[in-house]
């Protein structure tokens, strides 16, 4: 893979860092649910319900700012062989064999091949236009030959109505085979990336059991 066309400049890296930091984990129209919003001019404008001081649903807009030079950049990180450096490092890429979608055979025919494989990331930005907070910790995806999605996003990530923020979706390419970005893009549109949420009534509120929640999905765009 050419790595020039992959990796963007330090600084949008960086700059996604730094979003991510300031909202962290576990930080509108119900119809609308959650997506992927316009950005412009480093804005973002969400519709969502909400509630007047006399108790009633209206429609609310709130605007926020967005560094839209840190949202939709493909960016290479290092081989999978510079990331697993001994045995234990092997074993525990094989024991996540369920986040990526593979069976523990496939996990470690990757890891014998770990020098065909590069990870990546691709920074997308989600807004919540329901009338409840959201929240959410994984993603679906249909896996190809040649490219894997990590689905745990690490831990449980939540906004209230009308908010948003940047997500940073992570897996594995095999580099030998894409030449272009565009290549990989192509191919990560055909593969069903969904983020699985559900609704919650309170800030405070976190969920115990994702078995026992109602939950939705949202296709993520490449």
Not at 46 to 63: F, Q
Not at 100 to 124: L, M, R
Not at 185 to 211: C, F, G, H, P, R
Request: net charge negative; aromatic share 8%.
């Amino acid at each position: 893979m050419n790595k020039n066309i992959l990796i963007r400049a330090v600084s949008l890296i960086l700059a996604a860092c730094v979003i991510l930091t300031a909202y962290g984990c576990k930080d509108g129209k119900d119809n609308t649910g959650l997506g992927q919003p316009e950005i412009n001019d480093n804005q973002v404008v969400i519709e969502y319900p909400s509630m007047n001081s006399d108790g009633k649903e209206v429609d609310a807009t709130n605007v926020v700012e967005v560094n839209k030079d840190a949202i939709g950049n493909l960016n290479a990180g290092s081989s999978l062989s510079d990331t697993l450096k001994d045995k234990e490092d092997e074993d525990e890429f094989i024991n996540r064999n369920e986040d990526f979608g593979i069976s523990k055979d496939e996990a470690q025919d990757i890891v014998d091949n770990a020098d065909k494989w590069t990870k990546f990331t691709y920074s997308i930005y989600v807004a919540n236009s329901n009338a409840k907070r959201v929240a959410f910790r994984m993603l679906k995806a249909t896996n190809t030959e040649d490219i894997i999605i990590d689905t745990d996003l690490g831990c449980e990530y939540g906004f209230n109505p009308g908010r948003g923020m940047p997500i940073l979706v992570e897996g594995l390419v095999n580099s030998s085979k894409f030449d272009t970005e565009e290549e990989i893009l192509a191919e990560l549109n055909k593969m069903d990336v969904q983020i699985i949420y559900t609704l919650i009534e309170s800030d405070l509120d976190s969920v115990d059991d994702w078995s026992q929640v109602t939950t939705a999905y949202m296709p993520v765009t490449f």
